[in-house]
């Protein structure tokens, strides 16, 4: 029966001849177990929860277009930029990172910029944020990150103590914090923000030569924050600001584009630039690698239903096309483990046949069975490999170009980079005074009242990176600097 049909059913297709009233012994007697409709009905409803993303769990999403609108071949053979003009469909989520799948929008937070392009040879997933830089370069401290930002193991409440005593121990993090404090700490919507992959890919060419990149989406709406009390106020009235916006933007045919484009270094660059171009705490800085133009992103559809499409999808940095690569970051090494791994957790081990995240190319692989297999399981086709069928031929002419890599194994430290401060320092030099002023006072008033030392190691860690950026942190908590320095 197709859905214009209006006839309940069960979920055999049954008849349901009641929905009003259980079946009962008599008009007062007691309840029947062979009212099937009533235990399907309830048995179905209590297992509708699914696990919420361990982070990210909030959030909204749309499809759309992406299209190519300069020439990069030079640097990839990825099939989606083959010619200026051509599209390719994508599915895109954006996020608030720490809050819970029902947590307001209008957080300070970083979001979540996860972009999958259905390509013709397999899915790409950029799996990114609207910051270029992370907290941290190793993915070990991930757990703990997000240990730090969630609730409190007694308390139950977020927790501003764990959450800065977490930051402040870890002086890489002040890039990061720098931005999340700044006034785009909290993105008036989602359409009103950037979005970068953050991690150094890298790109592959027809040649089989390797260059880094970096991807950068650049909204065509503009830049639109909130403030603290803005935030404050707009949560009071609605706790769903920017999936209101999102959707109801996409409903009255507003669609929202992001400009795509990408920093190149040439792989011999590697070891010429001063700073390691896979820490994920650093940018690239654009004038040594400038912005190319590389395409348009359009979100055009919203989807017919969330769960299906929004709550079901699964992004993974894994997932590339032929002509794009991975590179040493520590942390994109740790992330292609993490989310195949969350998501075979989440939502099974044949998440990848869920539409919204089923490539939309021929997919072969020798996988079979497991629950929730619902696609055919490959019909009688062999399982195995080799074998006398031909079934599945690898391919090498994909393979990527030789990396060289070095060095013994061993747990090096990162902190042989002590570079921590000339970031942050730079991103602090280039805001006017009423945006280091905004600074000043979203740290204060997103650390209140937590204990003195911390404070003081936050401003301890400001005042190395620009000492106009520790005395203003002081000046807003209302410490002595001189104690602070201490
Ligand atoms: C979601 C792990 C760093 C962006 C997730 C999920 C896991 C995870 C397990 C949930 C996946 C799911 O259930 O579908 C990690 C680990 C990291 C890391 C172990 C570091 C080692 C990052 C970084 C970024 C990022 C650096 C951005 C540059 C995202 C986004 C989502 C997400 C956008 C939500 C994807 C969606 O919309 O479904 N992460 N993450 N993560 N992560 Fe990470």
């Known amino acids: 029966m197709g859905d ?16 009003q009233n259980v079946m009962t012994a008599g008009p007062r007697g007691p309840q029947l177990l062979q009212d099937v409709w009533f235990l399907e009905k309830l048995g179905h409803f209590n297992r509708e929860v699914i696990p ?8 909204s999403g749309a499809f759309g277009t992406f299209t190519v609108t300069h020439n990069v071949t030079r640097y990839t053979r990825a099939k989606l930029f083959a010619q200026i003009g051509k599209t390719t469909e994508l ?19 970083i979001r979540g910029f996860a972009v999958k392009f259905y390509t013709e040879e397999g899915n790409w997933d950029l799996v990114g944020n609207n910051t270029p830089v992370f907290f941290h370069r190793d993915p070990l401290k991930f757990p703990d990150l997000n240990h730090a930002v969630k609730r409190d193991p007694r308390t139950n409440m977020r927790s501003a103590k764990n959450m800065w005593d977490f930051w402040t121990s870890l002086p890489e993090a002040l890039h990061q914090i720098t931005i999340v404090m700044s006034e785009r700490g909290i993105p008036a919507t989602y359409r009103h923000m950037h979005g970068f992959g953050s991690h150094t890919f890298s790109f592959i060419n027809e040649q089989r030569e390797r260059h880094w990149v970096k991807f950068h989406f650049v909204s065509q709406q503009g830049i ?12 009071g009235k609605d706790r769903e600001s920017h999936q209101r916006d999102l959707f109801e933007s ?31 705490t650093k940018v690239w800085p654009h004038k040594d690698y400038p912005l190319m133009d590389v395409g348009t992103m359009e979100l055009n559809r919203n989807p017919a239903n969330f769960f299906a499409d929004v709550e079901q999808s699964a992004f993974n940095p894994a997932n590339v096309p032929p002509g794009i690569g991975f590179s040493p970051d520590r942390m994109l090494q740790g992330r292609l483990f993490a989310y195949g791994d969350a998501q075979r957790y989440r939502l099974g081990v044949n998440h990848h046949l869920i539409p919204v995240n089923a490539p939309r190319c021929p997919a072969h692989s020798f996988h079979r069975d497991g629950a929730m297999r619902v696609d055919g399981n490959h019909g009688g086709t062999l399982s195995y490999e080799p074998n006398s069928g031909g079934e599945w031929l690898e391919q090498p002419e994909f393979r990527e170009p030789a990396l060289s890599l070095d060095g013994a194994a061993d747990h090096w430290s990162h902190r042989e980079d002590t570079d921590y401060y000339s970031q942050p320092a730079a991103l602090f030099r280039l805001m006017n005074s009423a945006q280091q002023t905004a600074l000043f006072g979203n740290t204060a008033r997103a650390m209140g009242n937590i204990p003195r030392e911390i404070k003081i190691r ?5 005042y190395r990176a620009d000492p106009a950026y520790g005395e203003g942190v002081a000046k807003a908590l209302g410490i002595a600097l001189c104690e602070a320095l201490q």
């Open 224 to 235: 639109r924050n909130l403030t603290d009390a803005e935030a404050e106020a707009m949560i």
């Open 91 to 109: 599915f895109a989520r954006f996020t608030t990172v720490a809050g819970e799948r029902g947590a307001a929008d209008a957080e300070r937070d």
């Open 52 to 59: 919420e993303r361990r982070m990210h769990a909030k959030g």
């Open 4 to 19: 214009k049909d209006k006839k309940l059913t069960t979920n055999a297709g049954a008849p349901v001849v009641d929905n």
């Open 250 to 280: 996409l409903e009255k045919g507003d669609f929202p584009k992001w400009a795509i484009k990408v920093q190149i270094m040439p792989e011999g660059d590697t070891r010429k630039v001063s700073y390691n171009p896979f820490d994920l």
């Open 458 to 462: 936050h401003i301890g860690n400001c």
